[in-house]
């Protein structure tokens, strides 16, 4: 079995910081892109963030200059540092990896955390 657990999220000021951490485990050979999602209340799943596993980043246009993404090949690990934190950025964020299982299987699926809720408000 594989897992992604997120942990991180809260409730938050506006222009305030949080940092969410998505950890991969199970049986897994190799991760590709990791990934931050979010869904708010009434609204589709958008791409927040990507970092493959070379380390190349891919931000949504909110995202941009505010959030970072970052990961830990060892630790099966990946972040999203966010700053600036406004009102809008409230939803669950849920993590996503492009992970490949066994060394004799080259097929890479993609595997969904269960999401943290991130609520911005004064």
């Known amino acids: 079995q594989v897992q992604l657990v997120e942990s991180g999220g809260g409730l938050v000021q506006p222009g305030g910081s949080l940092r969410l951490s998505c950890a991969a485990s199970?049986?897994?050979?190799?991760?590709?892109?990791m990934g931050w999602y979010r869904q708010a209340p009434g609204n589709q799943r958008e791409l927040v963030a990507t970092?493959?596993?070379?380390?190349?980043?891919n931000y949504a246009d909110s995202a941009k200059g505010r959030f970072t993404i970052s990961r830990d090949n060892a630790k099966k690990t990946v972040y999203l540092q966010m700053n600036s934190l406004k009102p809008e950025d409230t939803a669950v964020y849920y993590c996503n990896a492009g992970i490949r299982r066994y060394s004799s299987d080259y097929s890479v699926r993609p595997y969904w955390g269960q999401g943290t809720q991130v609520t911005v408000s004064s």
């Open positions: 199970g049986s897994i050979f190799s991760i590709n892109a």
């Open positions: 970092i493959t596993s070379g380390g190349d980043t």
